[in-house]
């Protein structure tokens, strides 16, 4: 399984490395080359979300003693994975606001105040994802945790009832004992004061 994760890995620094080189040229491309480029990184945000689920769905195949090594992996891969789009984004609203500049004869002084606003939208919706990736790992781990102790809780009633057989059974032969030494006094010839048996 192991194997396959990491082949994932593999796949996912590759797609992510060109992603990162490509969203870094965009601004300085001509303007057709730039919408190419646009087009081709989206696809290619896609394959690596794909990747993502990919290795999220191996994770959860691991059992959990063992998960939290690779969970700590897909944190940081997921974070990339957010870096990556607001970068496009930022990227993609420069390249949008340059075509309209361009189509509208616009120099560009109005579109600043609109791109800032664009920004802190972005990054306030980033900064909420965070949070509810954050709130669903805690959840996780907190299953995680749960399933745990009821596995060792079930471990820790089979051996109580493993002893509480064990005291029934010695409770038994301890009064089967009881009952033989009790018949064998019973058989014993008592001697009386004189020292002659009865």
């Given amino acids: 399984m192991s194997s396959?994760?990491?082949g994932y890995e593999q796949d996912f620094a590759v797609l992510t490395a060109?992603?990162?080189?490509k969203i870094a040229r965009v601004p300085r491309l001509p303007p057709d080359e730039k919408k190419q480029m646009v087009a081709n990184v989206e696809k290619q945000l896609e394959e690596a979300k794909e990747l993502l689920e990919q290795m999220d769905l191996e994770v959860r195949e691991i059992p959990?003693?063992?998960?939290g090594m690779y969970s700590n992996r897909m944190r940081s891969y997921k974070q990339e994975m957010g870096k990556l789009e607001t970068d496009f984004k930022r990227s993609r609203i420069a390249y949008s606001d340059e075509v309209r500049n361009e189509l509208l004869g616009d120099d560009g002084n109005s579109s600043e105040n609109q791109r800032?606003?664009?920004?802190?939208?972005t990054e306030r919706l980033e900064r909420s994802s965070r949070r509810l990736e954050a709130g669903y790992q805690i959840a996780v781990e907190t299953e995680q945790i749960g399933q745990e102790m009821l596995e060792n809780l079930s471990h820790d009633r089979e051996k109580i009832q493993r002893?509480?057989?064990?005291l029934?059974?010695?409770?038994?032969?301890?009064g089967k004992s009881s009952r033989i030494l009790t018949g064998m006094l019973r058989r014993w010839p008592v001697a009386n004061i004189d020292g002659q048996v009865s």
């Fill in 4 to 6: 396959d994760f990491e």
């Fill in 18 to 21: 060109e992603i990162t080189s």
């Fill in 64 to 67: 959990p003693q063992s998960r």
């Fill in 116 to 121: 800032a606003h664009l920004l802190d939208n």
């Fill in 163 to 166: 002893a509480r057989e064990r």
């Fill in 168 to 174: 029934r059974e010695t409770d038994a032969n301890l």
